[in-house]
């Protein structure tokens, strides 16, 4: 059974922030821009890069207009042959747009460095198991990443309800990494 978490729509401050987040506080709030997860991006990639924290990685996309290198920091699960990562905010994703235009990655994670083809989940099984490996899986970075997008103190219950709410929210895929 899912939880769902309450979601209410952006204040008027806010309108920028996409539903998919709620209106979770002023501080929050700013995180869920575009200028704001480009500021996280800014900050966490020269660390991430080579030191992934369990749980999350470094996608290399080639843009789909520019043909340059982009490097989002993701949340990731790797299990075995195959990574499971969402679109938070679905199609607004510029990263989402350009592994649509070239499905050619790089992940950079917590145990393994590869190139992958990013892929839609294949029918209800594997989207079940994406989603029990996206939202089961808990590190202790996820604390942090509640922290930052939710009001209250995180707990393991608080952590699942929001990556479930990511995962319904958002565009599910998989990864299949290469040897």
Not at 57 to 62: A, E, F, I, R
Not at 70 to 83: D, K, L, S
Request: proline share 6%; glycine share 8%; charged share 30%.
């Amino acid at each position: 059974m899912t939880t769902q978490a309450k979601v209410s729509a952006p204040t008027q401050a806010t309108s920028a922030v996409p539903a998919v987040f709620g209106d979770e506080g002023w501080l929050r709030n700013r995180f869920h821009t575009r200028r704001g997860a480009a500021l996280i991006n800014l900050v966490t990639r020269p660390l991430w890069t080579r030191f992934p924290p369990h749980g999350f990685g470094v996608l290399t996309t080639v843009g789909r207009r520019t043909g340059l290198e982009r490097r989002p920091c993701i949340r990731v699960v790797v299990r075995g042959e195959r990574a499971f990562l969402v679109s938070i905010v679905g199609a607004r994703a510029d990263w989402l747009r350009n592994v649509r235009h070239d499905d050619r990655v790089h992940l950079r994670a917590r145990g393994t460095t590869t190139a992958a083809r990013v892929r839609d989940p294949d029918g209800a099984d594997e989207l079940r198991e994406a989603r029990r490996a996206f939202c089961e899986a808990r590190h202790p970075s996820d604390y942090i990443e509640c922290f930052l997008h939710r009001k209250g103190a995180p707990s393991k219950r608080r952590i699942r309800e929001l990556h479930e709410h990511w995962f319904d929210q958002g565009t599910p895929l998989v990864l299949d990494l290469e040897p």
